[in-house]
C-alpha cells in the first residue's frame, strides 16, 4: 500500500471514531508546543501527535481493520508524514492494515499455556474458521503470552465494535459458543462484558492467599470492591496520601530512601534517587509515567493488582506526582489487558469527581491528574525509553540513554517511570515509615515481593512473602509441584534456570545474583520430567525474536538466529555445532544490542547450556 499515492477517504464510522479519540485527548496545553491561540495551526497539530495511538486504537475497535482512508485521515490532522502513521500503525501486533474477519481470536501459545491445551484450542479454530478465517466474522492468531498463566490456557477476544473480554481458562467448546453469541447480538446491546468480567470475580483464583490479613500488597484483593471508591476508603485507602501531604515532597522521598525501596520490574533500581533526581531538576513540567505494560511471558502480578486494587494504584501515582513535582501522570497499560483497563479507567474518574485528581486536589493545594493510553501488543514498550516514544506517537523503538528519562524523558521534560508492583509499595512505605519497611528482608531487597507461580504447582497463582523465603518455600506454599520437577525458570523468558537442588535459593536480588539468576519480573514457572524443555526454549526465542523491533543488528538477526538453532536442535541435530553457535551468538547480543531485550534475550538458553539441560 502506497501511502503518499493514496487517495483513500475515511468512512464516517473511521471520522467518528478519530473524532472521539480527539474529543478524549486533545487539550491544546497537554503537550509542551501546543499553540493555544491557534490551536489548528500545523504546529498544534504537530504537537498533538501524541493522539495518534490512541486514534489508531478508536478505529479498531470501531471497523477492525485499519484501511488507508483512515490512516490517511491521521496523517492530514496530525500533520504527520504518511509513511510514519503507516510505520506506527504496522509496529503493533493488535493493529492490522490489511482486512480481516471484524472478530479476533488471540489464543495464547506461550511457555504456560502450550502445556496446557492450547495447540488443541487452535486446532479447533482452525477447524471451525480456516486458518485465515476468510469471509467469516471470526479468525484466531497465536499470541504471546496473555499475562493469565494462572488460568491457563487463556485467549482474548479482540471485538469490533464491542469490548475485548479476556476467556481463561479457555476450551474450544466455551469459545465457539462466545462466537456464537457474538453473531446473534446486535454491537448496541449490552452484552456479555458484566458476564465476561463475572468470571474472574474470584479472586482466590488469581490470588490463594487472598484475603489473608497479614498481606501488605494484596491485603485488599477480594475483600475490597474493586469498583467502589467509599469500601476502598473504608479499607484504608487515601490515608497514605493524606500523609504524604502532612510530611511534604521532600519527606516522602525521604520516607521512599529510608525504606532502600527497589524498581519491581527487574533492574531493581532505588526509586528515591530516581523520585530526587526528577523533583530537583529544575527544567519544567514533570511528568509520571507508570509502566503497565507487563508483557514478560509467566508475569501476571501487576494485572491482578490493577484488576483486583485498581484504586490503590491511582492513589500511588497520585502520591508520587505529589512528590516529584508533576502535575500530568501517564498509565501505560497493555493491549491485552481489557478488564484491567476498564477498572482503571473507571476508578480514574471516579477518583476525579471525588476530587483526588484534577485541579486543587481534595483541598490540599496540588493539582495532579493521571490519563490511561492502551499499548498495543509490543513486548518492547515494557523498556522505558521505548514506551515514551509509543506515548509521543512514534514507532515504539529503544532511545540511546544517555539522556536518561529523569532529565529528558517524555515530551523531552524529566519523567518518572515507576512499575505497577513499584508504586503499590509506596502506601505502605507510608503507613509505617521508611525504617519499619526495610527491617523486612534486608539489604537492598526490602518489603515483601509478587512472585508469579503457574506450571506444574498445584495452585497456580500470585503470592506476596517477604525478601528472603526461599524457593522451595514458595512452591511448597504454591501447593507443591505436580510431578517429578526438572528444573525453575525463575524471572521469566529473559531468566534463568533453577535446579532441584537449588530450592534453598533466598529469593532476594543478591542471592538470585549469586547464582547467576535473577528475579526479573517474578515468574517462577515450574516444570516437570514431562516438560518439553527444548520446546519451552525454542518458543521463548521465537517470542525474542518476533518481539524485537529491528532497531540494532545483533538483536534483529541475532534472535532469528537463536530461534533457528534451537529449531534444528528440536529435529534432532548433532548438538556440538549448534551449542557453539548459541554461545556465540549470545556473546554478541549481550555485548552490542541497544537495549535490555537483545542483552537478555539469550538468557534462558545460555543458564539451559550452562546447567546441562539442552
Not at 491482578?304 to 506526582?321: K, Q
Amino acid at each position: 500500500m502506497d501511502l503518499h499515492l493514496s487517495t483513500a477517504e475515511p468512512t464516517e464510522a473511521e471520522r467518528r471514531a478519530v473524532d472521539s479519540a480527539f474529543a478524549a485527548h486533545r487539550s491544546p496545553d497537554d503537550v509542551p508546543g501546543a499553540d493555544v491561540r491557534f490551536p489548528d495551526s500545523g504546529h498544534a497539530a504537530r504537537a498533538r501527535r501524541h493522539i495518534l495511538l490512541p486514534a489508531l486504537h478508536a478505529v479498531m475497535d470501531a471497523v477492525g481493520h485499519l484501511t488507508p482512508g483512515a490512516l490517511n485521515h491521521l496523517a492530514r490532522v496530525l500533520s504527520v508524514p504518511p509513511a510514519d502513521v503507516y510505520g506506527v500503525a504496522t509496529f503493533y501486533a493488535m493493529f492490522s492494515v490489511t482486512p480481516r474477519a471484524p472478530h479476533v481470536v488471540h489464543v495464547c501459545d506461550d511457555v504456560a499455556c502450550a502445556p496446557a491445551g492450547a495447540e488443541a484450542i487452535i486446532a479447533g479454530l482452525a477447524e471451525d474458521l480456516g486458518e485465515e478465517g476468510e469471509g467469516k466474522e471470526a479468525c484466531w492468531v497465536r499470541s504471546p503470552c496473555l499475562g493469565l498463566c494462572e488460568r491457563a490456557p487463556a485467549a482474548m477476544l479482540q471485538l469490533a465494535g464491542r469490548p475485548d473480554v479476556s476467556v481463561a481458562p479457555a476450551a474450544i467448546g466455551g469459545l465457539r459458543a462466545e462466537l456464537d453469541r457474538i453473531a446473534t447480538e446486535e454491537p448496541g446491546e449490552p452484552n456479555r462484558v458484566p458476564a465476561a468480567d463475572a468470571a474472574f470475580a474470584d479472586a482466590t483464583v488469581s490470588v490463594p492467599q487472598a484475603g489473608q490479613p497479614q498481606l501488605t500488597l494484596l491485603r485488599r484483593v477480594g475483600v475490597v470492591d474493586p469498583e467502589s471508591i467509599d469500601d476502598y476508603r473504608a479499607h484504608g485507602g487515601y490515608e497514605a496520601l493524606r500523609r504524604a501531604v502532612a510530611l511534604g515532597p521532600e519527606r516522602v522521598i525521604r520516607e521512599v530512601s529510608d525504606a532502600s525501596l527497589t524498581g519491581r520490574g527487574g533492574a531493581a533500581f532505588p526509586t528515591g534517587v530516581k523520585w530526587d533526581g526528577v523533583a530537583r531538576a529544575p527544567s519544567r513540567p514533570h511528568y509520571l509515567v507508570c509502566n503497565a505494560d507487563e508483557s514478560e511471558p509467566g508475569t501476571f502480578k501487576d494485572r491482578v493488582l490493577m484488576e483486583y486494587d485498581p484504586f490503590g494504584l491511582i492513589e500511588a501515582m497520585t502520591i508520587a506526582g505529589y512528590a516529584t513535582g508533576c502535575e500530568r501522570g501517564y498509565l501505560y497499560i497493555r493491549g491485552e489487558y481489557p478488564l484491567a483497563t476498564r477498572r482503571l479507567e473507571h476508578a480514574i474518574a471516579t477518583a476525579r469527581a471525588h476530587g483526588y485528581l484534577g485541579a486543587d486536589m481534595a483541598g490540599d493545594g496540588f493539582t495532579f491528574d493521571i490519563e490511561l493510553r492502551r499499548g498495543a501488543g509490543a513486548y518492547i514498550c515494557g523498556e522505558e525509553t521505548a514506551l515514551l516514544n509509543s506515548i509521543e506517537g512514534h514507532r515504539g523503538e529503544p532511545r540511546n540513554k544517555p539522556p536518561f528519562p529523569s532529565t529528558s524523558g517524555l515530551f523531552g521534560k524529566p519523567t518518572v517511570i515507576n512499575n505497577v508492583e513499584t508504586l503499590y509499595n509506596v502506601l505502605p512505605v507510608l503507613a509505617v515509615g521508611g525504617e519499619a519497611f526495610a527491617k523486612v528482608g534486608g539489604g537492598r531487597s526490602t518489603g515483601t515481593k509478587l512472585f508469579c507461580v503457574s506450571g506444574a504447582v498445584g495452585t497456580p497463582g500470585v503470592y506476596e512473602v517477604d525478601f528472603g523465603t526461599t524457593l522451595g518455600e514458595l512452591l511448597e506454599l504454591a501447593g507443591g509441584v505436580r510431578g517429578e520437577l526438572r528444573a525453575v525458570l525463575l524471572g521469566g523468558a529473559a531468566g534463568g534456570f533453577v535446579l532441584p537442588d537449588g530450592l534453598d535459593l533466598p529469593l532476594t536480588l543478591e542471592g538470585s545474583r549469586e547464582i547467576g539468576a535473577t528475579l526479573g519480573s517474578g515468574v517462577v514457572l515450574a516444570l516437570d520430567t514431562q516438560a518439553d524443555l527444548t520446546g519451552t526454549l525454542r518458543r521463548i526465542a521465537a517470542f525474542f525474536r518476533d518481539e524485537s523491533c529491528g532497531q540494532c543488528v545483533p538483536c534483529r538477526v541475532g534472535t532469528v538466529r537463536q530461534e533457528e538453532a534451537l529449531a534444528r536442535l528440536t529435529r534432532g541435530a548433532p548438538k556440538g555445532p549448534e551449542l557453539t553457535l548459541l554461545d556465540d551468538l549470545a556473546r554478541v547480543m549481550q555485548d552490542a544490542s541497544i537495549c535490555g531485550l537483545g542483552q537478555t534475550a539469550p538468557a534462558a538458553v545460555m543458564s539451559a547450556l550452562k546447567l546441562g539441560l539442552l
